[in-house]
T-cell receptor, first 111, second 124 residues
């Protein structure tokens, strides 16, 4: 089972909005509303940002939002701030033997 | 405070074995599914395994199936990962995480609490 497909990098200026895509298949992203997103700063553990495609855990800024269309899920970050600079990973439940798969990660640079 | 602390990391030769532990505190461990996720140096996250709260259900990534065994001790609030037939490509930081199910399901696919990670190096 291949990883979900994410862009390797995105960049934007403070205050702007960005969207990171996460493309899977009809066995994972397209089949279930079980997509999550994680933020990871260098040398740190990942942090859950979105689950069940659109839900934000308590304490996560409402500048972060998730959506899905077909086999592609998306994470949108509005009003970019310097501290948003990090790696972002999507993940999905899959009906394949792997159970859970991650995307390759997207490095967000806030310039 | 909800906390997960991994231990047992080490340098091991290819073909060797190692057991990781993860001590949980601050939540009802026996009610929580738990996962292991790893990250090779400079690479992305890779899901490894999940175990239900009772320990009755386990799932593995194809890359570790038959070599790794996840288990738990709900009296000791501890999660384990027994790794055998280790390969160079198993070198990674291993994270212990609490796994939650998607809405209305028993599919424990997302992780809301993470440990700081422990480094495993497989090298001769």
């Amino acid at each position: 089972q291949s990883a979900l497909t994410q862009p390797a990098s995105v960049s934007a200026s403070p205050g702007q909005s960005i969207t990171i895509s996460c493309t899977g298949t009809s066995s994972d992203v397209g089949a279930y509303n079980y997509v999550s997103w994680y933020q990871q700063h260098p040398g740190k553990a990942p942090k859950l940002m979105i689950y069940d495609v659109t839900n934000r855990p308590s304490g996560v800024s409402n500048r972060f939002s998730g959506s899905k269309s077909g086999n592609t899920a998306s994470l949108t970050i509005s009003g970019l701030q310097a501290e948003d600079e990090a790696d972002y990973y999507c993940s999905s439940y899959t009906s394949s033997s792997n159970y859970v798969i991650f995307g390759g990660g997207t490095k967000l640079t806030v310039v | 405070e909800v906390q997960l602390v991994e231990s047992g990391g080490n340098l091991v030769q290819p073909g060797g074995s190692l057991r990781l532990s993860c001590a949980a505190s601050g939540f009802t461990f026996s009610n929580s599914a738990m996962s292991w996720v790893r990250q090779a140096p400079g690479k992305g996250l890779e899901w490894v395994s999940v175990i239900s709260g009772s320990g009755g259900s386990t799932y593995y990534a194809d890359s570790v199936k038959g070599r790794f065994t996840i288990s738990r001790d709900n009296f000791m609030n501890t999660l384990y990962l027994q790794m055998s037939s280790l390969r160079v490509e198993d070198t990674a930081v291993y994270y212990c995480a609490r796994a939650l199910a998607g809405d209305g399901s028993y599919r424990y696919y997302y992780m809301d609490v993470w440990g700081k990670g422990i480094t495993i190096t497989v090298s001769s």
